[in-house]
């Protein structure tokens, strides 16, 4: 049994109830708002663990967790969101969202106005390193999503498996035949991008496949990123014959830069992209994807501050959810290449 000082600890009755501990906190406080069963569940293992509140100590019922996205929000962020407030609903815990457009030193000028003692945590959505620093400096329980940079062995962090998506990714389009494969990244700090472009180039290695100048481009992750980029890659002498973006909105620019040129997707231009957010459900053609768990890692970095806030030991400093490939109808097997560009053989 878990303990602190010879005391039972609200996380080590939650475990054993099999609740949270917000949960178990409302319990302890007489709130009404438990349902019965679970009310009677949890009052039996407090208990049998004899458990007894510090006198004086206020026993955390709900907390105030702030959501921080670096940037404009996306539907990568929107799906995010979804997951961090279903999770917050079932345990009580209020949600304050806020964006950070510039780094600062500090943790004050981070977080909307607020007195310090509320803050029960904060996750932080593909935030800076040097802000990160700011609230570990305020000793606030954070956990991060996708950072900007490479953050410290002590910042716990959520994602998924950017490499193994990069990697799937990339051997779909080999799998159709295709040997003309340029990636368009989202920001070059990223750690996640970082992952995704590692798998494109092992896979190509893999293949024996070399990449030609010109075929790995950055932005930002957002539209207007695939939008111009999508244009550079096609107005090249020797365009690539498929394109994968590392994530949808970027792909769904390159799907308008290739409409714009008279590419038709995906006879003449394969497009993958990564997330599987709203939009590659319903972009014309359907985009297929790498799906990562964009609710379930905002569930999951809840649930994993709050862990922190209750002064839990977490036994990793990096989750990783799994991604996988989802096939829709921008991708298929490569044609033959024409000589000249698409554009002029298309009008010879």
């Known amino acids: 049994m878990t303990t602190r000082g010879g005391r039972a600890t609200l996380a080590a009755v939650a475990d054993a109830a099999g609740v949270s501990i917000a949960t178990v906190s409302k319990v302890v406080n007489g709130r009404p708002d438990v349902a019965p069963e679970t009310r009677t569940r949890v009052e039996q293992v ?3 663990f004899s458990y007894r509140p510090r006198r004086g100590e206020r026993q955390p019922v709900t907390g105030v967790v702030a959501l921080l ?3 404009p929000l996306t ?3 929107l799906e995010i969101l979804e997951g961090v407030l279903a999770a917050a609903s079932e345990v009580g815990v209020e949600i304050t969202v806020s964006r950070t457009d510039i780094s600062s030193q500090s943790p004050a000028r981070l977080l909307p106005e607020r007195p310090a003692r509320d803050w029960q945590a904060v996750i932080a959505v593909t935030t800076a390193v040097s802000e990160l620093a700011a609230l570990t400096r305020a000793h606030l329980p954070t956990v991060v999503i996708d950072p900007i940079g490479t953050p410290g062995v002590d910042v716990i962090s959520v994602g998924s498996t950017n490499f193994a998506g990069g990697l799937a990714a990339t051997q779909h389009l080999l799998d159709l035949g295709h040997r003309s494969i340029a990636y368009l990244g989202g920001t070059s700090g990223a750690a996640c991008n970082q992952a995704r472009l590692q798998g494109y180039r092992g896979a190509l290695e893999a293949a024996g496949v070399r990449i030609p100048k010109g075929y790995v481009r950055t932005g930002q992750f957002m539209y207007e990123d695939g939008l111009l980029a999508g244009a550079a890659l096609l107005d090249l002498a020797q365009p690539p ?3 994968f973006a590392a994530n949808d909105e970027m792909a769904l620019g390159i ?6 040129r008279g590419v038709r997707v995906p006879q003449d231009l394969s497009v993958i992209g990564f997330d599987d ?3 590659a459900r319903v972009s014309s053609p359907p985009l297929t994807t790498i799906a990562q768990p964009l ?3 905002g569930t999951v970095a809840l649930r994993t501050a709050l862990r922190l806030a209750a002064g839990e030991h977490i036994d990793s400093h990096h989750v990783e959810l799994a991604t996988g490939l989802v096939v829709r109808e921008s991708t298929a097997p490569v044609r033959m290449k024409l000589t000249g560009s698409r554009r002029r053989s298309k009008s010879a």
């Open 69 to 71: 996205f670096h940037g």
């Open 277 to 279: 957010t709203e939009v």
């Open 295 to 297: 609710r379930r890692m």
């Open 241 to 243: 014959t498929a394109v």
């Open 46 to 48: 407090l208990q049998e």
């Open 75 to 77: 539907t990568y962020s």
């Open 255 to 260: 799907l308008e830069a290739a409409r714009m």
